[in-house]
């Protein structure tokens, strides 16, 4: 399941992205330079956004399903390797502990948890307070370590792994100080390696991947895909010539022998439509939330997913990349937004400004130049996604060709798009 | 042979060479694994099963032909160390020890780094598989193609395809003669000649070789393929 995004918005007069030799980055496409922003930078500021539908203030309601992350994916599969339940419980609460906290579980904790009985105490024991974010790859790290270090107590305490076996206290004792200072978990790398593993997991690499080290089974894959915006039409830009006045000398022309321009220089200026491109692998985004493996998504707990979702589309439709704030205060909000959920190959529909759209009524002809590309597109492969179409001006071209009865507003595609996360 | 093509159009692509330094350049033509993952990746293979990244890539014969030449493009990215999400104490392994940097200039501060892109291009690669009546077929791949398990890309995440990468089905004598079939180009075409990239004998003159065979389990590319550039026009029907 995919959902795509289309935008359109206007930036004129800004420096959004900047080459090394400080002009705004650029495509060449279709016979014509565009200007561009790159992926990173639309990521950069999507990411760290602080205001309203911010990523990071999301509250997300206690009773969701990753505070029991450690119960369900390391402890259950454990017991159903067939590793017996008491030690699972022990190992899982242990790691748990490395993890969550940094330190080692508490030889009380670890020996209620060997002998709880009721589903309560396991789950008081395992869950953690606040949401956890591990990934498949975490998990598997996970679920690999507490499987060896329970192999190795295995020869020493048997007694666990018999049928009837019934340990004594001391054996439980015994049992449950081998495990939580098992070396397996206390070794320095291990403690720094399984710390990393807590700092580096979490809804950003959830989102938009982690790529730290050369292990590739450890690396976290983006859900999110972002192409490089670009104009939908030739690059428009100025050379802004600037100078910075020096008041005290400017005040004092006869002392200072000058005028008072105390530094001069220029920079460069654009202003463009600018055409964004965004695909969400929604299985991927489960699996990354809720450390499931990829092809259990559907079967996970969608509620962080979809309020993920939800914020992100608001993000993609208000917030710009923002740079030179003081001086150019880039803000603008899409005019044009389509979101498309559906199975087949997701493909941006960048060619349909291939032909570089004119430059008067920009807004418009890009908006005409899209609905001709879809009905060319939709002629040649069919469509089977699910479509919404929020935008302003002359919309009925694009609404006929994306087969759509009307516009919607950015909440409502938003809206829509946390439906489709949590319904798949 | 049976031929499945693919289609790579896109505003940017990147087919990416050995990155030395900070530098990652592009070759002109997609590597075999770069084939292989794309494949990989809509089968909905995972990091972790390498023999059926292996495997796949055994059996793939391709060629390549170029559509539409578009420009290099040089990207300028930074990248700042000093932010917590690049702390290399978080840069755990599978292996229980963290993957830090070495020390020295550029383990901190604010990286550089240039990366190349394909902008405006557009190829078609004509494929067959070695072996083709094991799994994956040649038609288990075109249905992964048109309902992948992840969102495709061409080379790199960002380079998102403007059209869908399956381009259609043919039987042809050989990949050149597949390449050559009026049927499977774009739309918009120009008269050519085309350039193309196949597989060739190491005795043959033209032919160069190329490390683009990967070794999925160690994550490197090893050994030698030989490779030759040439060209073919559209066939007129007869």
């Given at each position: 399941m995919f959902l795509q995004f289309h935008t359109l918005t206007s930036y004129p007069g800004t420096l959004l992205n900047r080459d090394d030799a400080g002009f705004a980055k650029r495509l060449p496409f279709g016979g014509s330079t565009r200007i561009r922003v790159s992926s990173q930078c639309l990521k950069y500021h999507w990411r760290n956004f602080d205001g309203e539908n911010a990523l990071y203030r999301m509250d997300v309601p206690k009773s969701l399903r990753s505070r029991e992350t450690f119960r369900r994916r390391i402890a259950q599969p454990l017991i159903d390797d067939g590793y017996p339940e008491p030690l699972v419980y022990a190992v899982t609460l242990s790691l748990k502990e490395r993890v969550v906290s940094g330190g080692t579980a508490n030889k009380s904790d670890v020996k209620k948890a060997i002998q709880a009985e009721e589903p309560k105490e396991i789950s008081e024991a395992l869950d953690t307070n606040q949401v956890t974010i591990l990934g498949a790859p975490e998990m598997n790290y996970l679920h690999d370590l507490a499987a060896d270090v329970l192999d190795s107590v295995e020869d020493e305490f048997s007694v666990f792994w018999e049928d009837n076996g019934e340990p004594d206290s001391d054996a439980v004792g015994d049992a449950a100080d081998a495990i939580r200072k098992s070396d397996l978990l206390k070794a320095k790398d291990v403690k720094k390696n399984l710390k990393g593993l807590s700092l580096a997991s979490g809804l950003d690499a959830a989102l938009?991947?982690?790529?730290?080290?050369?292990d590739v089974l450890a690396r976290g894959d983006a859900a999110i895909h972002v192409a490089h915006a670009f104009t939908t039409h030739k690059g428009e830009a100025e050379s802004d010539y600037f100078s910075a006045v020096d008041e005290l000398r400017r005040d004092e022309p006869e002392e200072s022998g000058e005028m008072g321009a105390g530094h001069i220089n220029s920079q460069e200026l654009t202003s463009g439509l600018f055409y964004s491109y965004v695909v969400i692998d929604v299985s991927l985004l489960v699996s990354n939330l809720e450390g499931c493996p990829r092809e259990e998504w559907t079967e996970a707990d969608h509620t962080l997913a979809s309020s993920v979702v939800e914020r992100f589309v608001h993000l993609m439709a208000t917030v710009s990349p923002g740079a030179k704030l003081g001086s150019t205060a880039p803000y603008s909000y899409a005019q044009c937004m389509i979101g498309e959920a559906g199975t087949a190959q997701p493909r941006t529909l960048a060619n349909a400004f291939q032909t570089a759209v004119p430059r008067n009524d920009v807004l418009n002809s890009s908006m005409a130049s899209l609905a001709e590309h879809i009905e060319g597109m939709n002629g040649m492969y069919g469509s089977t996604n699910d479509v919404r179409l929020a935008a302003m001006g002359e919309t009925d071209a694009l609404a006929d060709a994306l087969g759509v009865e009307d516009t919607v507003s950015v909440p409502e595609i938003a809206e829509w798009s946390a439906g489709v996360v949590r319904g798949a | 042979m049976d031929v499945l093509f693919l289609r790579f159009d896109a505003p940017m692509m990147s087919f990416g060479g050995p990155i030395i330094d900070n530098r990652g350049v592009i070759q002109a033509y997609p590597a075999l694994s770069m084939i292989t993952g794309l494949l990989g990746n809509a089968l909905g293979v995972d990091h972790s099963e390498h023999e059926r990244l292996q495997d796949l890539q055994e059996r793939i014969r391709h060629a390549v032909r170029r559509d539409r030449e578009g420009k290099r493009l040089q990207d300028y990215q930074t990248v700042d160390f000093s932010k917590p999400y690049m702390d290399d104490a978080r840069a755990w392994t599978t292996d229980g020890r963290l993957e830090q940097r070495k020390g020295g200039?550029?383990?901190?501060g604010t990286h550089i780094r240039e990366r190349d892109y394909l902008a405006g291009a557009c190829y078609t690669i004509a494929l067959t598989l070695d072996r083709p009546s094991e799994s994956p077929t040649l038609d288990d791949l075109a249905d992964a193609l048109r309902a992948p398990a992840r969102p495709l890309f061409i080379g790199r995440k960002p380079c998102l395809p403007a059209e869908p990468l399956y381009a259609g089905r043919t039987t042809a004598e050989d990949l050149t003669a597949a390449l050559s079939?009026?049927?499977?180009?774009?739309?918009?075409?120009?008269d050519g000649p085309y350039a193309i990239w196949m597989e060739a004998d190491?005795?043959?003159?033209?032919a160069r070789p190329y490390?683009?065979?990967?070794?999925w389990q160690n994550q490197v590319h090893t050994g030698q393929r030989w490779v030759k550039e040439d060209h073919v026009e559209i066939a007129t029907s007869a």
């Open positions: 938009f991947g982690r790529m730290a080290t050369s | 200039s550029a383990s901190s079939d009026p049927e499977f180009f774009p739309n918009e075409r120009d190491r005795d043959d003159p033209q490390t683009d065979r990967r070794d």
